[in-house]
């Protein structure tokens, strides 16, 4: 096997994993080619149809493109969709900074659809090498009765041996594509010819390299107009992928401690 097949055999593992030792079980959609990939490897686990819901917890402030994309291809791909809505601002930690209090939406929303559902396990696409406090992240991922993040309890996970018992109250974390890295997962979406958001090609000398919420999310300088130029400018790109979040520019603990309170 080759890079790209070793990458998608551990992740194909890991879904198979987390669906025959949970009860109630959803994947987490954010819309973003992370999860795009997540949802066709999902797919490929399960002979083409992805067994459990797929999960948006909407903030209402995602780009129209994304939107487009969710409609069309949750019909085209058979998904059992579940849109859940995020509470206003005015409900969220009002120490938090104005970009991570936007961002935090998000967890409310998502803590709101926990108790609404029930599920014992949610499947997250999120890597390593996107941003630091996730570089501690296990691939089974406990999480508190609130769903935080304790990052000082984390189970070993030794030789892909996980712990999938599920806290009581609580819930797990999985996270499939946690080995991969941002070109991993592009040149995976040019192998496979997974379809993409308009927004991660290059207009006007400029591009998007992560995608969320319109007001908290900003474009890149670039000029890579298709996946083999994105390919080859992150070969030499200084620039973080999470350079356009506002989130990632805030006090150096705002994305610590919205992970700690069980943010995604």
Same mark, same amino acid.
């Given at each position: 096997m080759d890079h790209l097949d070793e990458l998608e055999a551990k992740s194909i593992y890991i879904l198979r994993e987390g669906f025959a030792r949970l009860k109630r079980? @959803?994947?987490?959609?954010?819309?973003?080619k992370d999860s795009n990939v997540m949802i066709w490897l999902a797919r490929k686990a399960f002979f083409g149809k992805v067994p459990f819901p797929c999960m948006h917890v909407d903030t209402g402030k995602k780009f129209p493109e994304m939107y487009a994309f969710r409609d069309h291809y949750s019909k085209e791909w058979g998904l059992d969709l579940r849109i859940e809505p995020c509470p206003p601002v005015e409900a969220v930690d009002p120490t938090l900074p104005p970009a991570a209090r936007s961002a935090a939406r998000k967890t409310e929303g998502l803590k709101l659809a926990l108790a609404?559902?029930?599920?014992?396990?949610?499947?997250?696409?999120?890597?390593?090498?996107?941003? @630091?406090?996730?570089a501690k992240e296990r691939v089974f991922s406990p999480r508190g009765t609130e769903g935080g993040w304790d990052v000082r309890d984390q189970p070993p996970e030794f030789w892909d041996q996980f712990n999938a018992s599920v806290p009581a109250g609580a819930h797990l974390r999985i996270h499939p594509i946690l080995h991969w890295t941002e070109a991993d997962i592009w040149a995976y979406t040019q192998r496979e010819n997974i379809p993409i958001i308009p927004l991660y090609l290059a207009t006007n000398g400029k591009r998007y390299r992560s995608l969320g919420d319109q007001d908290i999310t900003?474009?890149?300088?670039?000029?890579?107009s298709s996946i083999a130029e994105i390919l080859t400018e992150l070969e030499s790109t200084k620039i973080p992928e999470r350079a356009g979040r506002a989130l990632d520019h805030e006090t150096e603990d705002a994305f610590e401690r919205l992970r700690v309170a069980g943010y995604l």
């Open positions: 079980l @959803a994947l987490l959609w954010s819309l973003g609404k559902h029930g599920f014992d396990g949610l499947i997250a696409g999120i890597r390593r090498d996107e941003e @630091a406090t996730r900003f474009p890149v300088a670039s000029n890579a």
